[in-house]
T-cell receptor, first 114, second 115 residues
Framework: NAGVTQTPKFRVLKTGQSMTLLCAQD?????MYWYRQDPGMGLRLIHY???????AKGEVPDGYNVSRLKKQNFLLGLESAAPSQTSVYFC?????????????FGPGTRLTVT | AQTVTQSQPEMSVQEAETVTLSCTYD???????LFWYKQPPSRQMILVIR??????QNATENRFSVNFQKAAKSFSLKISDSQLGDTAMYFC????????????FGTGTRLKVLA
């Protein structure tokens, strides 16, 4: 089992460029999440999905879009990158059911927007 | 709205000593889970321990244990016999089991274990 994987691990963008971060999980989890981690701010939820074909906004959704076309994949898109989106991005997944509420995390993507 | 507060941005402990990391939370829910995650310099988030709110017994995992005080909404992590490999950022997290599907994280405590 690979668990939760993220592609790419590092990326440098110029302001205004677009990109897509891919998250994949092989644990058959229904629930998937995208977070950003900034110094002193912990993990903040960007968007999440409670199942294939569904998405919902989290705490800091502006400037990001997501899609969950397949149960195992959750894509995070930046249409027009801004320096404020420089951050480390984590994907996570969970069963979210009795006895198994913990999240499993990917290794993170460090994104720098210049 | 639920909140999670970690009031110790940084802590240090001597190798082999014991250290306690604090976490308080606020919720009106009765059923929920609390977690401690470790993030070493590799950046990978690793689950350390979990606590179910309806269980009064404090969770333990080897050298890691929690002090769960439901009435006080407190969830501290105790690390015994600290090792150099425990050096990491530690995050406290909360999720309700009522179907919100979201997790709330604290801002983290950076722990350094000194040789």
């Amino acid at each position: 089992n690979a668990g939760v994987t993220q592609t790419p691990k590092f990326r440098v963008l110029k302001t205004g460029q677009s990109m897509t971060l891919l998250c994949a999980q092989d644990m058959n989890h229904e629930y998937m999440y995208w977070y950003r981690q900034d110094p002193g701010m912990g993990l903040r939820l960007i968007h999440y999905s409670v199942g294939e074909g569904t998405t919902a906004k989290g705490e800091v959704p502006d400037g990001y879009n997501v899609s969950r076309l397949k149960k195992q994949n959750f894509l995070l898109g930046l249409e027009s990158a801004a320096p404020s989106q420089t951050s480390v991005y984590f994907c996570a997944s969970s069963y979210y059911q009795a006895g198994s509420y913990e999240q499993y995390f990917g290794p993170g993507t460090r994104l720098t927007v210049t | 709205a639920q909140t999670v507060t970690q009031s110790q941005p940084e802590m240090s402990v001597q190798e082999a000593e014991t250290v306690t990391l604090s976490c308080t939370y606020d919720t009106s829910e009765n059923n929920y889970y609390l977690f401690w995650y470790k993030q070493p310099p590799s950046r990978q988030m690793i689950l350390v321990i979990r606590q179910e709110a309806y269980k009064q017994q404090n969770a333990t995992e080897n050298r890691f244990s929690v002090n769960f005080q439901k009435a006080a909404k407190s969830f501290s992590l105790k690390i015994s016999d600290s090792q150099l490999g425990d050096t990491a950022m530690y995050f406290c997290a909360f999720t309700s089991t009522s179907g919100t599907y979201k997790y709330i994280f604290g801002t983290g405590t950076r722990l350094k274990v000194l040789a």
